[in-house]
């Protein structure tokens, strides 16, 4: 059967755009009980940090190019560097590293 | 109105380093669209409509291979039910007046960008500085993907490689300087990083299960972050 790349694409946005949509114009009210406060707060933080490690590593050629983007992303990350300059220097310690790496194998 | 103009404003300057993340991060994406088949214009279309990056790795594969709608919607439906706890938790930044309208607006793009910086405001959300992140950066979104369709194999393969960790450099940027005010956010990243290693490792579970990962972790540890560290409440706060 031959699929029309259009019905994928509208299918997709469907799903995804509902999956975003319910749930903050449903809750309109202030969520009272603690646990579940508490537990909304932690969400982003959890749901980030096990998308970043290991995949981070997976991404790149060498496992070590990726492990030193982490950890130097990480550093600068912590000194506030800002979301386009941790962006970027991740990119370039993955770019140099993997030449090192192609240069000294 | 001034202030919404001001707010707007804030969320656009916000937006450009997420853009042109986002950029590299779809252009990596708009090289595997061509693979599957897809046109420039389709890609662009995808993207813009909807603004997932692992949604977007599994829709090429599933049109390259032909798959079934039903396999589309199943498939979308675990990739980004993340976004189903961030539209929740996005519902307690928004002052409870706020209109559904506005929320609906905002709801067209959670990504993990745009609701990490909308989560990080200080107090309650205002709306228009989501409009002004989006009116920004899904543009860089859906135009990365484009040019990853036409010029995708003029970049070599390192520059490629090299962009891909783009987005993980935007998460750390998200979650590290939370990390360092509160140690107990600090002490879940390092958690939930250890364990996702670990669950990967863990093949027996199966693909399908793996699938669900970053949902049934993310569940798990904040569910137990939740009950072991439970939130004080600040009045002033969102």
Redesign the interface.
């Known amino acids: 059967?031959?699929?029309n790349?259009?019905?994928?694409?509208l299918?997709?946005?469907a799903?995804?755009?509902l999956?975003?949509?319910?749930?903050?114009?449903?809750?309109?009210?202030?969520?009272t009980n603690?646990?579940?406060?508490?537990?909304?707060?932690?969400?982003?933080?959890?749901?980030?940090?096990?998308?970043?490690?290991?995949?981070?590593i997976n991404?790149?050629?060498s496992i070590w190019s990726?492990a030193l983007?982490?950890i130097i992303?990480?550093v600068?990350?912590?000194f506030?560097?800002?979301?386009?300059?941790?962006?970027?220097?991740?990119?370039?310690v993955?770019?140099i590293s993997?030449?090192i790496i192609k240069y000294l194998v | 109105m001034k202030e919404n103009f001001k707010f707007f404003k804030k969320g656009m300057r916000d937006g450009i380093p997420i853009a042109l993340g986002y950029f590299a991060v779809a252009f990596a994406l708009g090289i595997e669209a061509k693979q599957a088949g897809l046109t420039a214009f389709e890609a662009l279309l995808l993207a813009g409509t909807t603004n997932a990056s692992a949604g977007g790795y599994a829709a090429f594969r599933i049109i390259g291979e032909g798959g079934s709608y039903i396999l589309m919607a199943i498939t979308q439906l675990v990739v980004n039910i993340r976004y189903l706890l961030m539209s929740a938790a996005l519902s307690q930044k928004f002052a409870p007046k706020t209109s559904v309208f506005k929320r609906a607006l905002v709801a067209f793009d959670i990504t993990d960008e745009i609701f990490g910086i909308s989560i990080a405001q200080e107090g309650y959300l205002n709306p228009f500085y989501s409009y002004g992140a989006m009116i920004i950066s899904i543009p860089g979104w859906a135009f990365g993907a484009f040019f990853g369709v036409i010029m995708g194999n003029v970049l070599p393969e390192s520059v490629v490689t090299a962009l891909s960790v783009a987005l993980y450099g935007m998460f750390l940027a998200i979650i590290i300087p939370p990390a360092r005010k509160d140690k107990v956010i600090g002490f879940l990243v390092v958690i939930s990083m250890a364990l996702s290693f670990v669950f990967e490792k863990l093949t027996f579970l199966g693909e399908t299960v793996q699938s669900f990962k970053v949902i049934i972790l993310t569940v798990l540890i904040s569910l137990a972050a939740a009950i072991f560290f439970p939130k004080e409440d600040e009045e002033n706060e969102a």
């Not at chain 1, 999956?19 to 969520?31: M, S």
């Not at chain 1, 579940?36 to 998308?51: D, E």
């Open positions: 059967m031959k699929h790349v259009y019905i994928y694409i299918v997709m946005a799903v995804i755009y999956i975003r949509l319910l749930p903050v114009t449903v809750i309109r009210k202030k969520i603690k646990t579940l406060k508490s537990f909304l707060y932690y969400v982003p933080y959890v749901t980030l940090a096990v998308m970043t490690f290991p995949d981070i991404a790149t050629s990726g983007a982490l992303g990480a600068l990350a912590y506030n560097l800002g979301l386009f300059g941790v962006a970027v220097s991740s990119c370039a993955v770019f993997e030449l």
